[in-house]
């Protein structure tokens, strides 16, 4: 039986994925830049304003609205092999896939990846628009280790393999300055 992954991390970002519009398949990037209020550059069209996220940005958890969203491997190895429904981790649609930390506890909470800082809205519970575009059988096997979704706190560079670190709550005096990002030409990479 596979272990249930550390509560407090040090976890690591397993594999990064955007969609150019909502509702397309999602395709894997080496890296992508994080911006406060806005999510991930170049994420379903959000940055051209045409997704719902500026237009109803602001109210954070009660909207529904997230910059980012996350789903543990396990989750996706344990929907395997309990329920028998095998998805890879561009199908679950979620921007990261991370090993080797909870999500759950996160709620209401911020952590770093890299240099970014997040903080957990809620979790992201599976629904039927997800079961429409993947496969049947997504609810029942994700219920309760859908992800997380978050908003981001502190913007930057989010990279494959960076390690994910909750923080403490007075974690502001901890965290060293974001370095500058203007010598990065690119904000991601296809990964082929």
Request: glycine share 12%; aromatic share 2%.
């Amino acid at each position: 039986m596979a272990q249930a992954p550390p509560l407090h991390g040090p976890g690591r970002v397993t594999s990064l994925h955007l969609a150019a519009r909502a509702g397309e398949p999602t395709f894997r990037v080496a890296r992508a830049r994080a911006v406060t209020g806005r999510g991930l550059e170049g994420d379903r069209n959000y940055w051209a304003g045409e997704g719902p996220r500026p237009r109803r940005r602001g109210t954070g958890r009660a909207s529904g609205v997230c910059d980012v969203t996350l789903i543990e491997a396990e989750a996706l190895e344990a929907m395997a092999r309990e329920h028998g429904i095998t998805l890879t981790p561009a199908e679950c649609r979620r921007n990261l896939v991370c090993r080797d930390i909870r999500l759950n506890p996160l709620v209401d909470q911020e952590f770093q990846i890299g240099t970014v800082i997040l903080r957990g809205l809620k979790l992201s519970e599976p629904c039927a628009r997800l079961e429409q575009l993947v496969r049947p059988g997504l609810i029942r096997g994700l219920l309760h280790r859908g992800g997380l979704r978050a908003e981001v706190v502190r913007g930057g560079t989010i990279r494959v393999g960076d390690r994910i670190l909750p923080l403490p709550q007075d974690a502001r005096q901890l965290v060293p300055p974001v370095p500058s990002l203007a010598r990065e030409t690119s904000t991601q990479r296809r990964v082929g």
